[in-house]
């Protein structure tokens, strides 16, 4: 990491001491896209700081696009992720089949940025989503990523490999092995 990456990535550090120090707890119940939090960043989960690091870094490296900055209001934002997860949810059913492994183990995903929790069930009968929920599953595993991670991946122009080694995506907890298999099949199956 560079010396301004190292920088950067302490200061966030920092910053996220320091508001568990002042007695700030991290939103449990909504995404930093609810009007009472008017867009701003949360960290929903151990590893949300990594991610948003990581991102920072791969928009000045040129792998990420930059952000906008006459971004939507945060309806609009929110209807976009909301299709983009229906997306990924048919991506992932079309990985689950193609890998003929059974059901996986449910997970949770976190956008990191606004906070926002899914849940994904992956049956027999097809993969069941809940958008929009407080939190992860009890014991299960974690995807961590970032919204427009989210959409270099279901566009193409980035890999579930690829956003893995950048440190755009994590895996985390038993079973993690199983749902990145059925991410990086449903990306490009459901292609």
């Known amino acids: 990491m560079s010396a301004a990456g190292c920088f ?25 896209l609810e009007p ?11 590893g949300s700081l990594d991610i948003a690091v990581a991102v920072a870094d791969a928009r000045r490296a040129g792998l990420l696009p930059q952000a906008d900055p006459a971004a939507a209001s ?21 990985g689950q089949v193609a890998i003929s492994e059974g059901p996986a183990t449910p997970f949770s995903l976190v956008l990191v940025g606004p906070g926002l ?4 069930d ?20 974690v995807v961590l990523t970032h919204p427009v991670v989210l959409e270099a991946l279901l566009q193409g122009s980035l890999t579930t490999e690829e956003a893995t080694q950048h440190g755009l995506m994590a895996f ?14 449903g990306m490009v199956t459901g292609a």
């Open 117 to 120: 929790w899914s849940h994904f």
């Open 74 to 94: 945060n309806e609009v934002q929110l209807r976009t992720l909301l299709a983009d997860l229906r997306r990924l949810q048919s991506r992932l059913n079309a």
């Open 172 to 185: 985390e907890g038993s079973g993690a092995d199983s749902i990145r298999k059925v991410f990086e099949t």
């Open 122 to 141: 992956l049956t027999s009968a097809g993969v069941q989503a809940h958008y929009h929920v407080d939190g992860p599953l009890q014991d299960e595993v």
């Open 36 to 46: 009472a939090i008017k867009g701003g960043f949360t960290v929903s989960h151990p």
């Open 8 to 32: 950067r990535h302490a200061a966030a550090v920092v910053t996220a001491v320091t508001a568990v120090a002042l007695g700030m707890p991290p939103v449990a119940s909504g995404c930093g």
